[in-house]
């Protein structure tokens, strides 16, 4: 039997391309935003730290039961360095302006709730 018989042998040729290398503007592209990714996480960062002294000044002072009202005051500095570091990171569009209103937010809300817990704030209700 001839050629016919047989299962012609398929040879498989493989041209291997060389890499294409990336273009200049995506190499210019990559090295801005990993800039752009190095300050970003810095705000963020810085943000999170100032708001992480906050709820520990709170917490210490929660659990202090002889805490007296003029003890607020340093901690109501840290709130405005953290508002502060929190603004920045939104200007600088490294915080969503909702996800900061929601940080102060909750800045505020801890620190009335200390307040109330010691006395020193009453709410008031509104009918």
Request: with cysteine; charged share 40%.
């Amino acid at each position: 039997m001839g050629e016919r018989g047989r299962n012609p042998v398929r040879r498989l040729v493989v041209c291997e391309v060389a890499p294409k290398k990336k273009a200049d503007s995506a190499m210019k592209r990559a090295r801005q935003a990993e800039k752009r990714r190095i300050y970003n996480k810095a705000k963020k960062s810085e943000a999170k730290t100032r708001m992480r002294k906050v709820f520990e000044e709170l917490d210490a002072l929660r659990k202090k039961s002889d805490a007296q009202s003029e003890e607020i005051l340093p901690i109501e500095k840290l709130i405005a360095e953290a508002y502060s570091a929190i603004d920045k990171a939104v200007k600088g569009r490294a915080l969503h302006r909702n996800t900061g209103a929601h940080r102060k937010s909750r800045l505020a809300r801890s620190k009335k709730d200390v307040l109330i817990h010691h006395g020193w704030y009453t709410p008031v209700v509104t009918a």
